[in-house]
Nanobody, 120 residues
Framework: QVQLVESGGGLVQPGGSLRLSCAASGSIFSIITMAWYRQAPGKQREYVADISQGGNTNYRDSVKGRFTISRDNAKNAVYLQMNSLKAEDTAVYYC??????????????WGQGTQVTVSS
């Protein structure tokens, strides 16, 4: 069994910052890619950013220059530093991990989500 647990969401004013964290635990052999997605009310879940095991990163255009994804391989953790937040960043943020378990199965796992609300 593998679990992903997010934390760090909350209410912040426009222009503010938040840092999301996600820790993976369980029967993990190796985590290939870790990513963040988000889903706003009434919209489909969308990709935000991802980071490879070697530290290569990618971002959706609307968050480039404002969000920074990082990971700690020793802790099986991924982080999302969000600066200059806008109302349109309001969503439930989900952690995703593409990983290989100790019984050699490979699949993607999701966390339960953490709410980020940007409002004055």
């Amino acid at each position: 069994q593998v679990q992903l647990v997010e934390s760090g969401g909350g209410l912040v004013q426009p222009g503010g910052s938040l840092r999301l964290s996600c820790a993976a635990s369980g029967s993990i052999f190796s985590i290939i890619t870790m990513a963040w997605y988000r889903q706003a009310p009434g919209k489909q879940r969308e990709y935000v950013a991802d980071i490879s095991q070697g530290g290569n990163t990618n971002y959706r255009d609307s968050v480039k220059g404002r969000f920074t994804i990082s990971r700690d391989n020793a802790k099986n953790a991924v982080y999302l530093q969000m600066n200059s937040l806008k109302a349109e960043d309001t969503a439930v943020y989900y952690c995703n991990a593409d990983l290989q378990t100790t019984d050699w199965a490979r699949r993607a796992y999701w966390g339960q989500g953490t709410q980020v609300t940007v409002s004055s």
